[in-house]
């Protein structure tokens, strides 16, 4: 039986999550005043602790829009607690994420709430459903890029402008991936509804390689290429130019050693 009690505890908070915050806010804080002997670690620390803020902020956004559009046992699994160890697939969600972001500065869409579609009626509830993660990528990325589009960095210290276009770079990379109508990633979701039973049913095993697809794709230098040509014109239309992205990913990675650019560039 479910009580006010139990639902109140299913929507408060996580520990964890209010963890990661705190992390985000005192590396970010770090990362401002210099406080840090290696500006690097500050700023590796603030964009990663921000990124899996963002990720939670993307996965609450599914599970708080399905719970609204009927799915009423979203609140007993824990996704609204903002706690990433309740997802279905932490791996998928968390941890393999925050590897591409430092292995290779991209932002890899997460997505594993597991979500009882039988429960919801409506093919636009679904649409939105799957459209409300990479849409809080697009409000982040809107977050991060004001300073530069409302011309507002006077005052910002420079290494602190550097992980805000960095972190930029991995939100507005996660948003167009995840937007990718491709089997098992959000942008499909959306479409899906609107295809037909036939199609869906010769599609559906395709679903669990579609983000493999996706990276095997973007392997091939032409199509990386295109790919990160379009991530910069964005980037550059919201005012972080080449210097800002550059040096947010070397001081990011600053186990390279190789930011003595960054250090006299502004």
């Known amino acids: ?17 209010i963890g990661i915050v705190a992390v985000t806010a005192v590396t970010g804080w770090a990362a401002w005043t210099g406080f840090a002997a290696q500006p690097g670690i500050a700023v590796f620390l603030f964009v990663t602790a921000a990124w899996i803020v963002s990720l939670c902020l993307h ?7 399905a ?18 160890l309740k997802y279905t697939h932490a791996l998928l969600s968390i941890v393999l994420p925050v ?15 597991f979500i009882e ?8 509830k679904h649409s939105l459903i799957s459209a409300a993660g990479p849409l809080t990528n697009v409000l982040f990325a809107a977050v991060c890029t004001a300073p ?15 992980a805000l276009a960095f972190l930029a770079l991995l939100q507005v990379t996660a948003a167009i991936l995840n937007f990718l109508p491709v089997p098992g990633l959000d942008g499909y979701g959306v479409i899906e509804p609107w295809l037909s ?20 794709i973007l392997w091939i230098p032409s199509v990386n290429g295109v790919f990160f040509d379009a991530i910069d014109a964005i980037l550059n239309g919201l005012g972080i130019d080449d210097i ?11 186990w390279q050693g190789d930011n003595e650019f960054c250090s006299v560039s502004l």
């Open 1 to 17: 039986m479910t009580t006010a009690a139990s639902r109140r505890s299913d929507r408060r908070i996580s520990p964890v999550f």
């Open 148 to 162: 530069f589009w409302l011309h507002a960095l006077d005052g910002v210290p420079r290494d602190f402008q550097y």
């Open 99 to 113: 590897i591409f972001v430092i292995m290779g500065g991209i932002g890899l869409p997460g997505g594993a709430v």
């Open 117 to 124: 579609r039988q429960r919801i009626q409506g093919r636009w």
């Open 197 to 216: 039973y036939d199609i869906r049913r010769q599609v559906e095993p395709f679903a669990p390689f579609g983000l493999l697809a996706v990276f095997a």
């Open 67 to 84: 719970l609204h559009s009927g799915d009423i046992s979203i609140g007993a699994k824990g996704y609204l607690t903002l706690n990433p």
């Open 59 to 65: 996965e609450y956004a599914h599970a708080r829009t």
């Open 244 to 254: 800002h992205r550059y040096c947010g990913q070397e001081l990011y990675r600053f």
